[in-house]
Structures are given as structure tokens and as C-alpha cells.
């Protein structure tokens, strides 16, 4: 963030706003870490603040400090509406484009208030008048810790926003595993952890949540993954059918793309979800090396994210989907390579 920057938030927060605070649709760790660590610290100083996330989230992550008090635009619509309307500043989190938000979008783009945005995906849309962009972060979490000390408040991370900010970069770093995960990554997990992040706690009530249920989804899952070597990639389907076999609840698919890449040569990994509710496939790319999933998702599935990991979807039934995936490859075949 620039010192201008810098001076513009200050200046912003040095009055009494009424904030309201968005994440991206579907919301993950981060962005529900992002939200909640960014809303104590705002209240914590004074402001009058809430987040409105854009529809539900897991069940994994309804345990972070304050997650009761976020409001669910679908559920609580008018109640989110009215803050939206009264809203003086706006902070989005963890997305760069406001298709990203669903039904909100209008709302947002209708309203004066300023928009801060905080992100590390790639290509954002100048959407906000204070842009805090940074590709190479390993998670918005991150970027709210920067942020916090930009403004010399550091010494204002209670160990409720330390667990937001811990959680946050823990999910998307794949528990500090993936490439986007730096000496500073890890500089500011131990800053945290000092500031009273329980993180073994975090660990387990985020990921040693398995239902029988969701292991045996997990079973079906692996068994219709199809694995193809002259591609270097693996794909998982799982259908509408499937998913209600197996009782799917938000969330239990999370994870299961990233098994395709425990293969050894396989560098690309997808997975196909129905979602017949939506009539949409959802579709989770994930790579290693230098395969940008972000171009591909961008380019043939409306979607985006970050060079390993992407999301998209696709209007067509999901035989046709994976049909119209497989013959795309050929045009790949060079970049991938293991
Ligand atoms: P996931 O596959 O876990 O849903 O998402 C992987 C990454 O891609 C995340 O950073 C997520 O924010 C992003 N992403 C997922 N779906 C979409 C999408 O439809 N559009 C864009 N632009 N990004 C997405
Ligand atoms: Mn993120």
C-alpha cells in the first residue's frame, strides 16, 4: 500500500463511519478470516462496522470470533440491504471484481460510499477508490496484518483478530505448503501466534471436522477421478446424485481437487461439481509449476483466481462440460509438463 494510500484510509477512519464489510460469494477461510479480523479491529478503534457476506459459508468456519454477528444477504436481505444504504465506507475482501458477489453487485455499484478493496487475486477491476492489490501475497489475511500495521496499529491485534488473520493464511496456504507462502508468510504467523493465536485449535476446528459422510463422499470422489498421462492431469466429476447420496452439506468438497496433484507427474488437477440448484457446474482448477490455471479458467470458464489455483463454472450439463474440457488439452499439451 502507498503512503497516499496510507493517508487517505486514515483520514477516512479518523471520523465516525458506518462500515460495512464484504467477502466473495461461496466465502472461504480467508475470506471470512479477512472480514472478521478486519471488523474487530474496526470496532476495537471505534467504528461502527459490520459484514455482510453474500450467502452462507462451511460449517468449519462458524466458530471464528464474531462469525454469529455476520449477516447473510440472502437470509437477512433487508437487514443487509438497510446497511449497505447507510453505509459511509465499504471494505471488499479476498475479490476483485463485484460479479464476484452475486445479487450484491447492484447494491454496491448503486451506493456513494468510498469502496476499499484488499486482495491478492489477479487482475482486479477498478472498482474501488483505495485499491490494495498484491499478487504475490499468500492470502488477504496477510494483507489485513499489513494493513493493521500500516496504519501503526499493531499493537492492537487482540488474540481474536490473530485467530481470524491466523486461519485465514493458514486455508489458503494449504497450511503454509503452497508456493505463495514467504519467510515474511511465516514472520507474521509467529507474530500472531505471539499475539495469542491458538493455533492448534484453529488446525483441528477447521479440518478435523470429517462427517462419515463426507469421508464416503470423499470415497466416491476418488473412485470417479479419471487420470489422463498424456496430459499430465487428473479430474474428478461429481454429480448432483452423487452429492445427495452422500447428504452434501456447504463445504464438504473443499480440499478434494488438490488430490489429483499428490500424484506424482501429474501437474494439473481439476474437479467438476453439479449443482443443479444453480444449473451450473462449479469447477476448481489447481496446478503446480508454472500452468496458469487463473488464464485457463479466465479464458474457457468464466472464472479466475491465482496461477494454482482457480475457480470457474460452466452453464452446459456436466458430461458436456468435461467433454468440452478434454478436448481443450491439446492445445496445452506443451505447458503441461511436470
Ligand atoms: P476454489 O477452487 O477453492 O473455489 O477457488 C480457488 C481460487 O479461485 C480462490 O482464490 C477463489 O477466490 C478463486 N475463484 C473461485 N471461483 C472463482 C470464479 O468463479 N471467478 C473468479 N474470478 N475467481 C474464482
Ligand atoms: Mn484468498
Redesign the pocket.
Given at each position: 500500500m502507498n503512503l497516499e494510500d496510507i493517508n487517505a484510509v486514515k483520514k477516512l477512519l479518523s471520523k465516525p463511519q458506518q462500515i460495512v464489510i464484504v467477502p466473495?460469494k461461496?466465502p472461504?477461510g480467508?475470506?471470512i478470516g479477512s472480514t472478521l479480523a478486519l471488523w474487530h479491529y474496526l470496532k476495537n478503534i471505534g467504528q461502527e462496522a459490520t459484514v455482510i457476506a453474500p450467502n452462507d459459508y462451511p460449517k468449519f468456519l462458524k466458530w471464528m470470533p464474531g462469525h454469529e454477528h455476520i449477516l447473510n444477504f440472502e437470509k437477512e436481505n433487508s437487514q443487509a440491504k438497510k446497511k449497505i444504504e447507510e453505509a459511509t465506507l465499504i471494505f471488499t475482501l479476498?475479490?476483485n471484481?463485484l460479479?464476484?458477489i452475486g445479487q450484491m453487485e447492484s447494491y454496491l455499484e448503486g451506493g456513494n460510499a468510498p469502496i476499499i478493496m484488499i486482495d491478492h487475486?489477479q487482475s482486479p477491476s477498478d472498482y474501488a477508490q483505495i485499491m490494495y492489490s498484491d499478487v504475490s501475497m499468500s492470502s488477504t489475511c496477510e494483507m489485513i496484518y499489513n494493513f493493521i500495521e500500516y496504519l501503526g496499529d499493531d499493537d492492537k491485534i487482540t488474540p481474536e483478530i490473530a485467530d481470524c488473520i491466523y486461519t485465514g493464511i493458514m486455508t489458503?496456504t494449504g497450511s503454509f505448503k503452497y508456493s505463495s507462502t514467504t519467510s515474511r508468510t511465516h514472520n507474521v504467523v509467529a507474530a500472531l501466534i505471539e499475539k495469542g493465536a491458538e493455533n492448534t485449535k484453529a488446525h483441528n476446528l477447521v479440518y478435523d471436522t470429517n462427517t462419515p459422510s463426507r469421508l464416503h463422499l470423499l470415497g466416491c470422489a476418488l473412485k470417479n477421478m479419471v487420470i489422463l498421462d498424456d496430459y499430465n492431469t487428473a479430474y474428478i466429476t461429481l454429480s448432483q446424485d452423487e452429492l445427495d447420496t452422500y447428504n452434501y452439506q456447504k463445504g464438504n468438497t473443499?480440499g478434494f481437487?488438490n488430490y489429483g496433484l499428490t500424484l506424482s507427474g501429474i501437474c494439473f488437477a481439476v474437479i467438476f461439481i453439479e449443482n443443479k440448484e444453480e444449473g451450473i457446474v462449479?469447477?476448481?482448477?489447481?496446478s503446480e509449476g508454472d500452468f496458469s490455471v487463473n488464464e485457463f479458467?479466465?479464458k474457457h470458464f468464466?472464472?479466475?483466481?491465482?496461477t494454482n489455483?482457480?475457480?470457474?463454472?460452466s452453464q452446459v450439463s456436466l458430461s458436456e462440460t468435461v467433454n468440452y474440457f478434454v478436448s481443450l488439452l491439446q492445445d496445452y499439451k506443451a505447458q503441461l509438463k511436470p
Open positions: 466473495h461461496n472461504d480467508d475470506a479476498d475479490f471484481h460479479g464476484r487475486h489458503d473443499e481437487v462449479k469447477i476448481s482448477f489447481r479458467a479466465r468464466n472464472g479466475g483466481g491465482h489455483a482457480a475457480g470457474g463454472r
